[in-house]
Structures are given as structure tokens and as C-alpha cells.
């Protein structure tokens, strides 16, 4: 007979609590999504904001000191109010997206819609009740509402996103423009500079355009603590039309200026991606196995392992067009490139002072910084 034909029946007694346990952790966390939902549509009709951060904070305090009594670690019992917290908030926010309807009547069109992000603003919209168009190549042309060329989709709709690559989204404006479409047009390009002429002579040309760079990638659920930058290019209404399709949600809308936007992702993403980059190139030409480094790795290197095997796994291709396309882009990389100068000039020095330096430096940049 096989080892688990004999089963110690402490063991199965044991192993058929834990499931009965499990079973109604499941259950009170479903209720608490139901209480959550209940505390949500109150807000919503009183007005009020749907994040507390004071009451998460009372939450999350009060759950550890409970841990503590009962010899759970606290932090296990955090993190795990934290997810349920999210949960209900990713909720409460697409509750109330749907309720206001601000689309309810109104066509929309994604141009792009087939892309990653693409396909996330068309989500997005449609929860919100606009009937949602796709114009892509890659679009089922036999399915309702799907069109492979945007110039044959219904360009009279309310509102029209272009989510291609920025060159493509620079022709597509202009084409948008020339055909006098009615309604609002933003694009949502992570780079700025190709699209510049084309969204500043749109506008002046009449179209109700602006742009807009949501801070976030398509696998986002909850919009709370998430940026959406948007941009006046010389339609003030456009711009204010398009922070109401956000007004619903727990995202912080910022205004940048068109010019500015791509010397602050010089460093916000290009800075940022070039970096893991290099990290994780420095690793494949270190000659050791990354699981032999993960086995033995420190908390640092865990965190930033992680974070480079998401930039890994990105597109290339995107990746590549931001480094390539920003005009500023050239100043990150030459920070990063002076910067690794300096840390080898400082650790390879006798006199530690240098490497104390830098470590001041960065800390009296980043103090400021809130948790």
C-alpha cells in the first residue's frame, strides 16, 4: 500500500479543521466585502471620499495589537487586512463607476483598443457605459463595434482615444483633425515629443484635444494612489472633460505642462527602466545562475530582483521607444552612467568619505519623500 493509504488520523483531523478554518475565513471575508459595499453606497450618497487613510490606519493598528495577543505575527495579520482593504476598495471604486454613468448614451472609440492598454481604457469606458468602438489591425473586423482601420470606425463618437505608438498617434491626430471630428480626442502616449506638433496645430485647428499619460500599466485594477497626468495643448475644455472621466475614482489627476512631460519621464520611466536594465544585464554577464543569487539573496536584492523581472518581461519594443524617442532622454542615461562613475571612483577609494557622501546626498534628496 502507498505511504498515504495510512494517513496518522490526527493528522486528517487536523487537516479537516484547517479546511473548515479555511472555509470560513473565505466566508467572513465575503462578508466583509458585503459590509465594505454597504459603507461604499453610503459615502457615495453623502458625498464623501471613498478612502479614509486615518480609519485604514485605525484598522491595521487595531488588527496587530489583536495578533499580538493571540501570538499571530502582526505583520502576517497586516498584511493580510491590506489585500482584504484593497479588495474592497477596487470594489467600492468600480461601484461607483458604474452608478455614475457618466458614458451612459454616449459612443467612444479606442483606437488602439487591442493593445494592452488599449484594451484597458476600453474596460474602462465601457464601465462607465459608453458603447465602446475599436479601431486596430489586430481587431476581429467581423465582430460589433471592431474596425481594422480607424477612418472606416464611427469618428462622430463622444469621445476618441489614440493609444498607438507615438509617431502613429502624431498621424492619427493630424487625420482626426482634418476630418473636423466633434468630440473630445486625447492620446495617452508615454512620450510626448513625437505628438507635440501635431496636438498643438490640432488644437489650433479646432479639435477638442488634449493628452493624457496614465501612470500605470494595464493589469491595474485599483486607481487609489495611481497618477493620470494630463496636458493642456490649447484646449482648456478638452482638458477639464477629460479629468471628469476620472472624477469617480480614487486616481490623482496632475496637471503637467506638454513641454515638460518628457524631461520628467527622462527620469521618471526612462531613468527607471534603463537602470533594471542594467541590473539585471549586469547579472546575465556575471555568469552566475539567477536562482543560485535568489536562494541566497538579501531583502535589497529580493525587491529589486523582483522588480527587474517585471521590467524583463515588458515589451521591448515599447521599452526601446522610450529610450529612444524622449529628446531627453540622453539625460538619464548620462546621470546613470556619471553616477556609476562616482560609486566606483568612492568605493574604490582608501578614504570612505566619498561613498559617505553620496549616501548623505541621496538621503537629504529622498527625506522629503512621504511613506
Not at 143 to 149: I, L, R, T
Not at 272 to 294: C, D
Request: glycine share 8%; charged share 25%; aromatic share 4%.
Amino acid at each position: 500500500m502507498a505511504a498515504s493509504d495510512h494517513v496518522d488520523p490526527r493528522l486528517k483531523a487536523l487537516r479537516d479543521e484547517l479546511d473548515q478554518v479555511d472555509g470560513e475565513l473565505v466566508g467572513l471575508a465575503a462578508r466583509r466585502q458585503q459590509i465594505v459595499a454597504e459603507i461604499g453606497r453610503i459615502k457615495q450618497a453623502g458625498g464623501r471620499q471613498l478612502r479614509d487613510f486615518r480609519r485604514e490606519r485605525e484598522v491595521l493598528d487595531r488588527v496587530r495589537a489583536r495578533a499580538s495577543k493571540t501570538g499571530l505575527d502582526p505583520q502576517v495579520a497586516e498584511d493580510l487586512l491590506k489585500r482584504l482593504i484593497d479588495a474592497s476598495l477596487t470594489q467600492q471604486e468600480q461601484d461607483r463607476v458604474r452608478a455614475a454613468g457618466r458614458g451612459e448614451g454616449r459612443q467612444a472609440l479606442v483606437i488602439g483598443g487591442s493593445g494592452l492598454l488599449g484594451a484597458w481604457l476600453v474596460g474602462f469606458l465601457d464601465s462607465q457605459g459608453f458603447a465602446v468602438s475599436v479601431a486596430d489591425p489586430q481587431a476581429d473586423a467581423a465582430a460589433p463595434g471592431s474596425f481594422s482601420d480607424w477612418r472606416q470606425a464611427p469618428l462622430d463618437a463622444e469621445l476618441i482615444v489614440v493609444s498607438t505608438p507615438p509617431r502613429v498617434s502624431a498621424d492619427i491626430i493630424e487625420g482626426l483633425a482634418e476630418q473636423k471630428v466633434p468630440g473630445l480626442v486625447f492620446d495617452v502616449g508615454s512620450i510626448k515629443s513625437p505628438l507635440i506638433p501635431a496636438l498643438r496645430q490640432a488644437a489650433l485647428s479646432g479639435l477638442n484635444v488634449c493628452s493624457i499619460h496614465p501612470m500605470f500599466g494595464p493589469d491595474t485594477q485599483l486607481l487609489s494612489g495611481r497618477h493620470v497626468l494630463l496636458m493642456d495643448v490649447g484646449c482648456r475644455a478638452a482638458v477639464d472633460q477629460a479629468a471628469a472621466l476620472f472624477v469617480d475614482t480614487m486616481a490623482d489627476v496632475v496637471e503637467v505642462d506638454l513641454g515638460e512631460h518628457d524631461r520628467l519621464m527622462a527620469l521618471v520611466l526612462g531613468l527607471s527602466h534603463a537602470l533594471n536594465v542594467a541590473f539585471f544585464t549586469a547579472l546575465v554577464r556575471s555568469g552566475i545562475e539567477a536562482s543560485q543569487l535568489a536562494g541566497i539573496s538579501s531583502t535589497t536584492f529580493k525587491r529589486q530582483l523582483d522588480i527587474a523581472r517585471d521590467v524583463a518581461a515588458e515589451n521591448p519594443e515599447l521599452y526601446h521607444e522610450i529610450q529612444r524617442l524622449n529628446e531627453h532622454g540622453g539625460l538619464a542615461r548620462h546621470a546613470l552612467t556619471e553616477a556609476v562613475k562616482l560609486l566606483a571612483q568612492a568605493s574604490e577609494a582608501d578614504d570612505a568619505g566619498a561613498f559617505t557622501e553620496l549616501m548623505q546626498q541621496g538621503r537629504f534628496y529622498l527625506e522629503g519623500l512621504k511613506d
